[in-house]
C-alpha cells in the first residue's frame, strides 16, 4: 500500500470515530469536472469490528454499520459518508450539539461554503437536513447539493455533497432583469405538442406543455435545459447513416469493466481522465466505420433510418447516441446507444430503447387534436414560470443569470382541460 494511502486512512479513522472499525476494501478511481479536470478519489469500505467472515455471503457484502467513504484526494475533502443501514459505531459524534446553528456552522467548516452565500436550505427533518447550492440564494443548474442525516446521539450516518458549488471568480454576477414580458416570443416556440402514456388506463393523451429552457438575463438567446448533464469530450455530428447492403453476420456482445484499477502513481502524476481527451479527427472516421459497419451488421434494413446525433467520451469508451430520423410525438424516442473501444474504435455493446417503446403498442390511441399551440398558449400563460438561476456556461467556463422558463401543468390538446404533470 503506497505511504500516502495509509495516510488518509489513518485521516479517517481519526475524522470520523472509526477505532472500532476495520478496513475491508479500497481502490482508487476517476472522474472529470465540468471543467474537463480530473479529479481523482480514493473510496474506502470500513466494516465494524464486530463483523464476522461467516455473516458475509458475497464479496461485495457490506454489514449493517459499515462506513463507505469517498475521499477527493485532490483537494482532501469528503465527498460522502454513508453508514450502512444508518447504524454508526463511530466513537464520537461529528457536533457539539444538534441545534440547526451548530450543523449549519459544521457544514461551513467542513466545505467552505457560507450559507446565504452558496447554500441554503432545502428541506429539514428531525435529524435530516438537505441543503442546494446556490449564488447569493439563487439556484444553480447543473444542481449542487449537500445531504446529512444522523442518529439519536448525534453520530453522523450519512453525508453526501453533489455537483459543483462555484466560487465567486466562476460567476458572472448580475442584477436579474427578466420579466415573462420580455421572453413573449420565446413562448410559442416552447409551447410543444406530445403524446403521453397513461399506465393506469393503458392509453395515450396528447398534452401542451412547455419544454423547459434557460434564458439568458439579456433575453438575447438561450440554453437548453438538461436533467442529467455528462461531462467529457463530445462531438456534435447529425449526420444520417445510409448504406447500401447490410451484412449477414452476427453480432456479440463484449463484456465492459467499468472500474479501473488505477495506481497512487496514476493519480499523483495528474494522468488525465480519458474521457478528457479530445475527440480527433482519426477518432472521427475511425468511429464512423465502426458505427456503419454496426447498423449494417444488426439494423440492416434500417439504411437512412438513424441519425448519428453525437460521439461522446464516458467510461473510458467513445459512445455514440442516435436517434431515429423520423420523430413522432411521443415523449420517449427511439434511440440507440453505440458503446466503443476508445484506442481501436471497435462496437463493444449497445442499447436499444425500442424494447421501452413496444409496451406502449397495447395502448388505445389518443383523441383527436382540438386546440392549437395559440390556444394552449392562453390557456397556459398564467401558469408559466421564470424562475433565476445561474447557469453554467460551457464556453464562457463560467457561470451566468438566466431565468428559467417552466410550467407544473399541461393543457389536454382535445379537452383543454389543465393537467399537474406531477399527476402523469
Given at each position: ?295 449494417r451488421q444488426v439494423y440492416g434494413g434500417d439504411s437512412g433510418k438513424w441519425l448519428l446525433q453525437k460521439l461522446h467520451r464516458e467510461k473510458g469508451m467513445i459512445h455514440a447516441t442516435l436517434k431515429a430520423g423520423k420523430q413522432d410525438l411521443k415523449v420517449f424516442q427511439r434511440k ?85 404533470l406531477r399527476d402523469l
Amino acid at each position: 500500500m503506497h505511504p500516502k494511502i495509509e495516510s488518509y486512512i489513518e485521516w479517517a479513522i481519526f475524522k470520523f470515530g472509526l477505532e472500532h472499525y476495520t478496513l475491508e476494501r479500497h481502490h482508487l478511481y476517476r472522474s472529470i469536472n465540468q471543467f474537463n479536470e480530473t479529479v481523482y478519489s480514493l473510496s474506502m469500505e470500513w466494516f465494524p469490528g464486530h463483523h464476522t467472515q461467516q455473516e458475509q455471503d458475497t464479496s461485495d457484502y457490506n454489514p449493517i454499520g459499515t462506513a463507505v467513504i469517498d475521499l477527493d484526494i485532490d483537494r482532501s475533502v469528503v465527498n460522502s459518508i454513508l453508514f450502512v443501514g444508518g447504524k454508526s459505531y463511530a466513537s464520537r459524534s461529528m457536533f457539539s450539539s444538534m441545534e440547526d446553528k451548530e450543523i449549519k456552522k459544521w457544514i461551513e467548516a467542513e466545505t467552505g461554503l457560507r450559507f446565504g452565500v452558496h447554500l441554503q436550505l432545502a428541506k429539514q427533518n428531525e435529524r435530516t437536513y438537505s441543503f442546494t447550492g446556490c449564488i447569493d440564494g439563487i439556484a444553480l443548474s447543473p444542481p449542487a447539493s449537500i445531504e446529512l442525516e444522523f442518529d439519536q446521539e448525534g453520530r453522523l450516518t450519512k453525508y453526501t455533497k453533489v455537483g459543483y458549488f462555484p466560487s465567486v471568480d466562476e460567476v458572472i454576477v448580475e442584477c436579474y432583469s427578466l420579466s415573462l414580458d420580455r421572453v413573449e416570443p420565446l413562448l410559442t416556440e416552447q409551447i410543444q405538442l406530445m403524446e403521453v402514456p397513461i399506465h393506469e388506463h393503458r392509453n395515450l393523451i396528447s398534452l401542451y406543455g412547455v419544454e423547459e429552457i434557460f434564458v439568458t438575463n439579456d433575453g438575447l438567446s438561450a440554453i437548453p435545459f438538461e436533467f442529467n448533464s455528462k461531462w467529457g469530450v463530445s462531438v456534435v455530428m447529425d449526420k444520417v447513416v445510409e448504406w447500401e447492403t447490410p451484412i449477414n453476420a452476427s453480432f456479440t456482445r463484449k463484456k465492459i469493466r467499468w472500474q479501473e484499477e488505477l495506481t497512487f502513481e496514476q493519480a499523483s502524476s495528474g494522468e488525465k481522465h480519458p474521457d478528457a481527451l479530445p475527440i480527433t479527427e482519426l477518432d472521427l472516421e475511425e468511429c464512423w466505420k465502426a458505427i456503419l459497419h454496426f447498423l449494417r451488421q444488426v439494423y440492416g434494413g434500417d439504411s437512412g433510418k438513424w441519425l448519428l446525433q453525437k460521439l461522446h467520451r464516458e467510461k473510458g469508451m467513445i459512445h455514440a447516441t442516435l436517434k431515429a430520423g423520423k420523430q413522432d410525438l411521443k415523449v420517449f424516442q427511439r434511440k440507440l446507444l453505440i458503446m466503443m473501444d476508445r484506442e481501436r474504435h471497435q462496437v463493444l455493446n449497445f442499447m436499444d430503447n425500442e424494447g421501452l417503446l413496444d409496451t406502449f403498442d397495447g395502448f388505445q390511441a389518443s383523441e383527436p387534436i382540438r386546440l392549437d399551440k395559440d390556444e394552449a398558449l392562453v390557456r397556459l400563460r398564467e401558469r408559466i414560470h421564470l424562475t433565476p438561476y445561474y447557469v453554467y456556461h460551457v464556453e464562457l467556463k463560467k457561470y451566468i443569470l438566466c431565468g428559467k422558463l417552466d410550467c407544473d401543468e399541461a393543457v389536454h390538446a382535445s379537452s383543454g382541460k389543465i393537467m399537474a404533470l406531477r399527476d402523469l
